[in-house]
């Protein structure tokens, strides 16, 4: 049986974000059942609103799993379904993710980046990266472990069928990220970030363990895209979506710049130059709302979509709720 695995923890928003996310799920799959793990109180504020229905598998999140790598350097402790889909709560889906799932059945274990990290991946953020680039110290990582290659995981979407394979996965990540002084890597908690990355340990066991990783960008097919304010088109809830996206990896990075003006300046020169400024407008499986400065439209979708589904379920008679119907066959 293949479904989809989300987690969440802490404030009511977080909740609201899962609950949003399997919303606009339910627009394009009403039959793949969704699980979800969240702490005792979440669950509470499921089942008194009736929204506890929309999820086919719903278990308390163990207090030691409410972290980013608590959760994604342990999933084969959260393992529901024969084929799992393990998705982040900040997910507006776009369309049929069937094509989706038939790819991804020629997997064991993947996930969404790309086949080559850069400098970026796990390091500074700052100037600093300048000596990384001169010192080499990218290189210096991969030969002390022994890896030819370092990937660049997204750890939004994450697929697993192999149960032993993913143990064998998640317990390299969790050696690697023991041994992150070892590394170049930089620990995001001295960033001033209250959770640290699961990413660069896993894409180092995806490649000591030769993983396929799934390519983030596949033009028309890709599986998610980051929303980025400027290049989405979409209406208000995000039935209809398109992204403008380049297909000049370096001009589709600049993207990224967190001064609007700026970035767009850039887009345009570099985009005159030969060769750099094809584009296509994609409307991916899933649109990803990773950036924190890019959060705010689906913090809106998310409270919207909430507040309609309690009116429905309010509206469904005496004591009768709604809900959205699940087949789920036993495992």
């Avoid at 987690?7 to 009511?12: D, F, L, N, P, R």
């Amino acid at each position: 049986m293949e479904g989809y695995v989300l987690h969440t923890y802490g404030s009511e928003k977080y909740l609201r974000h899962a609950v949003a996310s399997v919303l606009t799920l339910r627009r394009h799959d009403t039959h793949r059942p969704v699980a979800l793990y969240a702490d005792e109180a979440q669950i509470e504020r499921l089942r008194e609103t009736g929204l506890d229905a929309l999820f086919a598998v719903l278990e308390v999140l163990p207090q030691a799993h409410r972290s980013i790598v608590g959760f994604k350097h342990h999933l084969d402790t959260f393992h529901p379904f024969e084929r799992n889909l393990y998705v982040d709560s900040d997910i507006v889906w776009c369309r049929n993710p069937d094509p989706l799932w038939q790819r991804l059945a020629t997997f064991e274990f993947t996930a969404t980046g790309l086949h080559k990290a850069d400098f970026w991946f796990g390091g500074p953020k700052g100037l600093s990266i300048l000596v990384d680039r001169l010192l080499d110290r990218r290189r210096r990582t991969m030969r002390r472990f022994g890896l030819t290659y370092l990937p660049r995981v997204q750890a939004g979407m994450i697929f697993a069928a192999d149960e032993k394979l993913t143990r064998e996965a998640m317990s390299a990540a969790r050696d690697f990220l023991q041994r992150r002084e070892d590394t170049h890597f930089r620990s995001r908690l001295d960033e001033g970030r209250s959770e640290e990355s699961c990413e660069w340990s896993l894409a180092m066991a995806m490649s000591y363990l030769d993983l396929p990783v799934f390519d983030w960008f596949q033009g028309q097919d890709s599986p998610q895209l980051d929303f980025i304010e400027g290049f989405v088109e979409h209406d208000a809830d995000f039935n209809s979506v398109r992204c403008r996206h380049y297909a000049d990896d370096f001009v589709h990075g600049l993207r990224g710049l967190p001064m609007e003006k700026v970035r767009d300046a850039l887009v345009r020169f570099f985009a005159r130059l030969p060769g750099r400024g094809d584009y296509m407008w994609v409307t991916p499986f899933a649109l990803h709302f990773g950036w924190m400065h890019h959060k705010d439209p689906f913090h809106e979708l998310s409270d919207r979509l909430w507040e309609r589904e309690l009116a429905r379920l309010g509206s469904a008679g005496d004591g009768e709720q709604a809900s959205i119907q699940v087949q789920v066959s036993a495992r």
